[in-house]
């Protein structure tokens, strides 16, 4: 019986969380621009019906989108080999391409999609923010990469040695609008430095933290974990309540 509980409550906490994202953010399609095109104004619709504000918008529903962008970050290779690798060693594809969110012409906010699979692409996240939207916005002749540094927050347009920051929280992590590839090597290095094996005393005193990246994938992964362990809960405080 308990065995049955456990298995329907964990189908239940999946249902729910798949209840909660809208059915064609959850459709893919074969080429970025071709999810862009079918879901990107439905998926940005569905979220502002009820809190736009949270995304910096209105109920207005004039909204329009700017082109793809790439998204690159930072090679774990290239930011902890002690040795001079090449530029074109410093950046690695993710897999994520972003675009402005507009409403009524004004760009608001950025919403994206990335490779689930093969030939497959899927929504990854909507709300990257309005400073990331005006910054890219006004990128009227982009030189460079677009680069994201997921667990700063950061962005920037890189062009050959040259990072410019793109959002102030950006600027403020680099402390200014520009750093040298090799200063930020030496600014962020530690943050890609494998982890390393815990000690008697890690395990017993103060848990370590983790280097994984909040991506919306494994915010979502979870928020997954957390739902389908309801039964669990409701078991032992059942067990207290009639104990």
Same mark, same amino acid.
């Given at each position: 019986?308990?065995?049955?509980?456990?298995?329907?409550?964990?189908?239940?906490?999946?249902?729910?969380?798949?209840?909660?994202?809208?059915?064609?953010?959850?459709?893919?399609?074969?080429?970025?621009?071709?999810?862009?095109?079918?879901?990107?104004?439905?998926?940005?619709?569905? !979220?502002?019906?009820?809190? @736009?504000? /949270?995304?910096? +918008? #209105?109920?207005? *529903?004039?909204?329009?989108? $700017?082109?793809? !962008?790439?998204?690159?970050? @930072?090679? /774990?290779?290239? +930011? #902890?080999?002690? *040795?001079?690798?090449?530029? $074109?060693?410093?950046?690695?594809?993710?897999?994520?391409?972003?675009?402005?969110?507009?409403?009524?012409?004004?760009?608001?906010?950025?919403?994206?999609?990335?490779?689930?699979?093969?030939?497959?692409?899927?929504?990854?996240?909507?709300?990257?923010?309005?400073?990331?939207?005006?910054?890219?916005?006004?990128?009227?002749?982009?030189?460079?990469?677009?680069?994201?540094?997921?667990?700063?927050?950061?962005?920037?347009?890189?062009?050959?040695?040259?990072?410019?920051?793109?959002?102030?929280?950006?600027?403020?992590?680099?402390?200014?609008?520009?750093?040298?590839?090799?200063?930020?090597?030496?600014?962020?290095?530690?943050?890609?430095?494998?982890?390393?094996?815990?000690?008697?005393?890690?395990?017993?005193?103060?848990?370590?933290?983790?280097?994984?990246?909040?991506?919306?994938?494994?915010?979502?992964?979870?928020?997954?974990?957390?739902?389908?362990?309801?039964?669990?809960?409701?078991?032992?405080?059942?067990?207290?309540?009639?104990?």
């Amino acid at each position: 019986m308990k065995q049955r509980l456990f298995r329907l409550g964990g189908i239940l906490g999946l249902s729910i969380a798949l209840m909660t994202t809208p059915a064609h953010a959850a459709e893919t399609e074969k080429t970025p621009e071709a999810y862009a095109d079918q879901h990107f104004e439905d998926i940005v619709l569905d !979220h502002i019906q009820e809190n @736009p504000a /949270q995304y910096d +918008m #209105t109920t207005s *529903e004039n909204v329009s989108f $700017g082109p793809l !962008h790439s998204v690159m970050i @930072p090679s /774990q290779m290239y +930011m #902890t080999s002690e *040795e001079t690798l090449p530029l $074109g060693e410093a950046f690695e594809f993710s897999d994520e391409y972003i675009a402005v969110v507009y409403q009524d012409d004004v760009p608001v906010n950025v919403i994206g999609t990335y490779e689930v699979a093969t030939d497959k692409y899927g929504f990854s996240t909507f709300g990257y923010g309005k400073e990331l939207a005006v910054a890219l916005d006004a990128l009227d002749d982009q030189k460079g990469d677009i680069v994201h540094e997921a667990q700063k927050s950061a962005w920037f347009e890189v062009n050959g040695e040259m990072m410019t920051a793109l959002t102030p929280v950006t600027k403020t992590f680099v402390g200014g609008d520009t750093i040298s590839l090799s200063s930020f090597k030496e600014l962020a290095g530690e943050m890609y430095a494998p982890p390393s094996e815990p000690s008697d005393s890690d395990l017993v005193g103060e848990e370590n933290g983790t280097d994984e990246s909040a991506t919306p994938q494994v915010l979502r992964r979870y928020g997954i974990v957390v739902l389908a362990s309801i039964p669990l809960i409701y078991l032992v405080f059942r067990r207290r309540i009639h104990g």
